[in-house]
């Protein structure tokens, strides 16, 4: 027979809980899809599909965060790009600092060269940083900071931008020229409809976006990336 008093209790503790969880991220953070639920999230650092080759510390689950303030940013430029049948797909956002830390400790391991051909081949492991590819602190600490590309809202392919994510080398600075007229077509879309919201680039990495005035600037957070 079932105790429906216990049933009760249950329920309530799990749901105790989940309130609780939501209620551990710091204020002025929010879970992106509660504020555009059909934004498409590929969180590479949860994967093994990286220049690192691994998941990486302190990501626990594909669920994205960034500040509250970014999210609404966000949300215009989906609207905006859907008019188009586009979308965003965002590759990452919040990144804990153990992550980055994560990032040092692999940078150091001169010998660890795995995904060197997909992702780095021009670029010396040791010149990463010296070449302003990897830092010891990350705008995506701050919570303010995206990486997204543009896909097709029927098909989920992503724009051609010439260069694939988080690939490190000339081919994705924002202004390099030797790609096709289209792939110039792509990128220079998603420049402007990302500068159109408040965010502004950075010269290396065209995915690599900053929303202007955020609200933690001097901020590095590293809770976890968690459901």
Not at 4 to 28: A, C, R, W
Not at 47 to 73: C, M, P, R, W
Not at 78 to 91: F, P, R, S
Not at 112 to 122: A, G, H, L, N, V
Request: hydrophobic content about 35%.
């Amino acid at each position: 027979m079932v105790n429906y008093k216990n049933f009760i209790f249950i329920i309530f503790t799990i749901g105790l809980l989940s309130v609780q969880q939501e209620q551990s991220l710091p204020k002025g953070f929010v879970k992106v899809t509660q504020v555009i639920p059909d934004l498409n999230v590929e969180l590479r650092y949860y994967s093994s599909h990286n220049f690192v080759g691994d998941t990486i510390d302190g990501y626990k689950s594909n669920t994205l965060y960034i500040t509250e303030v970014t999210a609404k940013q966000l949300k215009l430029v989906q609207d905006e790009l859907q008019k188009q049948n586009l979308c965003l797909k965002v590759y990452d956002g919040y990144r804990p600092q153990r992550a980055v830390n994560h990032f040092i400790r692999w940078a150091k391991a001169l010998n660890d060269t795995i995904k060197k051909s997909e992702f780095y081949p021009d670029v010396a492991k040791q010149n990463l940083f010296k070449e302003e590819y990897i830092a010891t602190r990350s705008g995506h600490s701050r919570g303010s900071t995206v990486d997204l590309t543009i896909i097709d809202a029927e098909t989920d392919e992503p724009l051609d931008m010439g260069s694939p994510y988080d690939f490190f080398g000339e081919q994705s600075w924002v202004n390099y020229s030797k790609i096709t007229g289209q792939q110039k077509k792509n990128r220079r879309l998603l420049q402007s409809v990302m500068l159109k919201y408040g965010f502004r680039n950075y010269a290396k990495e065209w995915w690599h976006f900053t929303l202007r005035g955020e609200p933690f600037p001097k901020t590095y957070f590293d809770f976890e990336v968690k459901d």
